[in-house]
């Protein structure tokens, strides 16, 4: 089965960078509709500049993002915002709105974008909060929940209109297994009940394994690897291998570049 | 060279910043108003930046005037002419403090607190997570804030010189003695309408304009850390308190200056 018959997101020739140093240069990208595509790693690689520029908040220096042949980078203010409602984004921090509660959040974006009423809103996100299961927390207020909580409701919020294309940033950071056990699955499931295109943005390699059809994998400004989880798993680049498998030594550096070790506690210069 | 090249730098990035913020200003006010979803966040802003700085604007205003009264007393009696003390306090606080002491307060008490506030929202990414929802934050969170500080300082204003010229009738009439009379008869003959109440009112309205701006643009454009919201805040209150008095001399010169 070809995963590319039908494409939602297209990302053709994409270079970004901040300052000097470039984040992208010269990437192409597909992610195909109904499936949940992974962007995996290591960090620092700009993995959530990426969410940030589908979502037209950051501008590429070139190249093109067609979202059902929309052009993201050359809309309209206006229709940039049109365009998003079709978009749920969970944010790394979960981004909560800290002068309402719970419920509120998750009720937000349906109050703004339809006209439906109190009753129905209540019924509609108390289910979302139900499938994060935190529909007992509706009335607490963001300062009240712990971050995977927050993380939770935001997933909820995300969801609340059911948007085509759902972007998760992390969504596994700092969940406990029995959370992250149901968030995988709340995942998967939302993705084939109600045909969303997910794009998951990771780093915990098992979790994204276990859930993804697609993965690319980015380091470098470029994507280095992309393929099934089947087949990211046999490829037999040394880079590959060494981010699945999560090794310390490799052609990925865990250090940041730094003059040589022994010379630099020797140098004896005072701070 | 380097130093000219500097000034330069810095005069560009002044100008840029100007630009941004008139950008700001322009999409969240004049880009597709929409009233009905506006009203709500109004009054709640009208709240908090209104309501509530009532309180140091009321104590600040009663204080002014009463020590206007004093001051004016001590000096006005040598020339036998402590009648005037009342027509003094009044055209001071209509012409001058109201609309400039009650602007310096409001850019302290209010405008940080409006900077301090978007900023927070920025560095949580609150302001992002409300664009990918599909809101413009510039509709959303600026527009309410700034109309809301715009209506707000003429009001505060207003409120300042009556609280003011209560607090010198207190301390002239009640406590130095003077004869009511002829305070109040005094401050009606010389205080005009237009000339002076209007005046002073136009003062507050573009002390208001600028005040709130600048504390919007400030929260809105800041470097989204904990630093960089501190720095935000002391520019508002610095940024606005210098605008005020720059100002004030300007419109004064305009108003009054042919006299």
Known sequence: ?271 | MDKLALLGRHGLDRLAAFGRSSMILFQALVAKPQPLMMFPLLVQQIYFVGVLSLIIIVVSGLFIGMVLGLQGYTILVDYGSEQAVGQMVALSLVRELAPVVTALLFAGRAGSALTAEIGLMKATEQLSSLEMIGVDPLRRIIAPRFWAGFICLPILSAIFAIVGVYGGALVSIDWLGIYDGSFWANMQNSVNFYEDVMNGLVKAVVFGFVVTWIAVFQGYDCIPTSEGISQATTKTVVYSSLAVLGLDFILTAVMFGEV
């Open chain 1, 1 to 271: 089965m070809n995963y590319f018959d039908d494409v939602v997101i297209d990302i053709q020739q994409l270079s970004f960078s901040r300052g000097e140093r470039a984040i992208y240069s010269s990437i192409d990208l597909k992610i195909p509709r109904g499936k949940i595509t992974a962007i995996m790693g290591p960090s620092g690689t700009g993995k959530t500049t990426l969410l940030k520029l589908i979502g037209g908040q950051l501008k590429p220096d070139s190249g093109s993002i067609l979202i059902d042949n929309q052009n993201i980078p050359t809309l309209s203010r206006s229709e940039l915002f049109s365009v998003r409602e079709r978009m749920g984004m969970l944010f790394q921090s979960g981004a909560l709105f800290t002068d309402m509660s719970v419920f509120e959040n998750v009720a937000f974006p349906i109050r703004v974008h339809t006209d439906l009423p109190n009753d129905m809103i209540r019924d509609i996100v108390l289910m979302k909060l139900q499938a994060v299961g935190l529909r007992g927390a509706h009335d607490l207020m963001p300062s009240e929940l712990s971050g995977g909580m927050a993380r939770r409701v935001a997933l909820a919020r995300a969801i609340s209109l059911d948007p085509d294309i759902v972007m998760y940033d992390e969504p596994f950071t700092g969940q406990d297994p029995i959370a992250m056990g149901v968030l995988v699955n709340l995942i998967r499931h939302l993705n084939d009940s109600l045909g969303h295109t997910s794009i998951i943005v990771s780093h915990d390699i098992q979790e994204t394994l276990g859930i993804a059809d697609y993965i690319y994998l980015i380091a470098d400004a470029s994507v280095i690897a992309h393929g099934t989880p089947e087949e990211l798993q046999s490829v037999e680049s040394p880079q590959v291998k060494q981010f699945m498998h999560g090794l310390p030594d490799g052609p990925v550096p865990f250090h940041f570049p730094a003059p040589d070790y022994g010379a630099d506690l020797l140098s004896g210069e005072g701070r």
